[in-house]
Nanobody, 120 residues
């Protein structure tokens, strides 16, 4: 199983970016899909996640970021609006996935990370 993230880049404060992540490989089901980020010198933190239609956001991004999924395409998106310099980080796609061989067992996977840089 692989998670391929894309959509990062450089944007001015107040701007927008949309991140995409596609899961591929031997997949039976995807329970949770989400986004984490890690800024230099800081721990990786949850940004947003989606599970069975329920979404959860970090307080710092509520009202500015929106997570969505396309379950048929095994994709998750993060629409980021009103970006701030403190949103600068490497953003990682995350998913909890089961395989056809073990459909009742979830394994956590991470994408390769995509850099988001917000200039002031």
């Amino acid at each position: 199983v692989q998670l391929q993230a894309s959509g990062g880049g450089l944007v001015q404060a107040g701007g927008s970016l949309r991140l995409s992540c596609a899961a591929s490989g031997s997949i039976f089901s995807i329970r949770v899909m989400g986004w984490y980020r890690q800024a230099p010198g800081k721990q990786r933190e949850l940004v947003a996640e989606s599970s069975s239609g329920i979404t959860n956001y970090a307080e710092s991004v509520k009202g500015r970021f929106t997570i969505s999924r396309d379950n048929a395409k095994k994709m998750v998106f993060l629409q980021m609006n009103s970006l701030k310099p403190e949103d600068t980080a490497v953003y990682y796609c995350n998913a909890h996935i089961s395989s056809p061989q073990t459909p009742g067992r979830l394994t956590e996977y991470w994408g390769q990370g995509t850099q988001v840089t917000v200039s002031s």
